[in-house]
């Protein structure tokens, strides 16, 4: 297997594989992209081409990334010429068992027998791909989020057969492109879109008991709790709160929504343990010092006031054009 990666092949040329593509070929990674039909690769390359210059003169790119881009992504003819001499495969293919069974099962064949293989899946797991793998201990799922050139989290997901030294090549392949991988275990939706899910289910909810609309749901996620998410996690968020404030209000949670609100039991542990998170130094993200404990106070002010200005700054998206206009409208007031 791979204990270093040097070239590597994405199959898929559309927005996602397109843009995994373009992340890691800007920062000097050589890559050879391929599609089913040649003419798609061709207008890929050439969107991104124009794409990563427009970037670059609106400053979201470094200096330079038109030129490495140029200089380090190629396309091939065919998936199997593209695979035929990388040390990595991305496959980034359209979201269906079938199809990426029948693409992997072609990745396989063309590739050396120590390439590695990976998929972009967003939500199939490890066990039923690997099945059109030929070696399934080189396949594992490398999960880029969408736009691939501006978040950075990637989950890496290794199934019951992948080889564990396979993870840290690929870890070091993303952090070139200034990724960050994460390990999850092989379940269904991962971590990330099980997550994202259960707040959407959660949010479609509130919208049909008539709590709030669907434009106010969106306006209090992004400014409030998933305002924070941006520099911290649930567990580390908790830990700022109090557990033990988290615990009463489960408590709450439970009485008016049954079950589904219980209070989770690693958290009513930590609470009887007297981790009760920054007030006693304790908690889900470990063990910490009055002196730790007041920094990262200090960190969480400063991110959070750039944060606000950054928004204040760009101003409404646009996306709800009620609020928008609202917004707007507030602002031009001399009151």
């Given amino acids: 297997m791979r204990t270093a990666i040097e070239k590597v092949a994405v199959i898929g040329a559309g927005y996602m594989g397109g843009g995994i593509a373009q992340s890691l070929a800007i920062n000097g990674v050589d890559v050879v992209m391929a599609d089913r039909d040649p003419a798609i690769t061709a207008r890929a390359f050439d969107r991104l081409t124009a794409e990563t210059a427009t970037l670059q003169e609106q400053g979201l790119v470094p200096p330079g990334s038109t030129d490495r881009l140029a200089a380090h992504l190629s396309v091939a003819g065919s ?9 990595f495969v991305e496959e980034a293919v359209f979201e269906d068992v079938a199809v ?19 998929s972009n899946t967003s ?7 690997c099945t059109a793998v030929e070696r399934p201990e080189r396949f594992l799922i490398v999960h ?3 736009p691939a050139p501006f978040i950075p989290g990637v989950e890496i997901v290794a199934g019951a057969d992948t080889d ?24 269904p939706g991962f971590v990330l879109n099980r997550l994202q899910y259960a707040l959407l289910k959660e949010a479609t909810a509130i919208v049909e008991e008539g709590i709030a609309t669907p434009e106010d749901v969106d306006t209090i996620v992004s ?16 830990d700022m709160a109090g557990l033990d404030v988290y615990r009463n209000c489960f408590t709450t949670f439970e009485d008016a ?11 009513t542990e930590q609470v009887e343990a007297g981790r009760h998170g920054f007030k006693t130094g304790a ?39 009620s609020g928008a206009k609202a917004r707007a409208g507030a602002g031009d007031s001399e009151e």
């Fill in 223 to 238: 400014t409030t709790f998933g305002f924070r998410l941006a520099f911290f996690g649930p567990f580390a968020i908790a």
């Fill in 257 to 267: 929504y049954g079950e589904r609100f219980a209070t989770p039991s690693v958290l």
């Fill in 123 to 129: 939500t199939i797991p490890v066990h039923v791909l």
């Fill in 100 to 118: 990426k069974h029948a693409v992997l099962a072609e990745i396989s064949a063309a590739a050396r027998p120590d390439t590695v293989i990976g």
């Fill in 79 to 87: 998936i199997a010429e593209a695979v035929a001499d990388v040390d």
């Fill in 164 to 187: 564990a030294a396979l993870v840290a090549p690929v870890k070091e392949l993303l952090a070139r492109a200034h990724h960050f991988g994460a390990e999850v275990a092989d379940t």
């Fill in 283 to 321: 908690g889900f993200t470990g063990e910490h010092t009055a002196e730790e404990i007041a920094r990262i106070v200090d960190y969480r002010s400063l991110a959070y006031s750039k944060l606000a200005q950054l928004l204040h700054e760009l101003g409404p998206s646009g996306i709800w054009a």
């Fill in 144 to 146: 880029w989020s969408n």
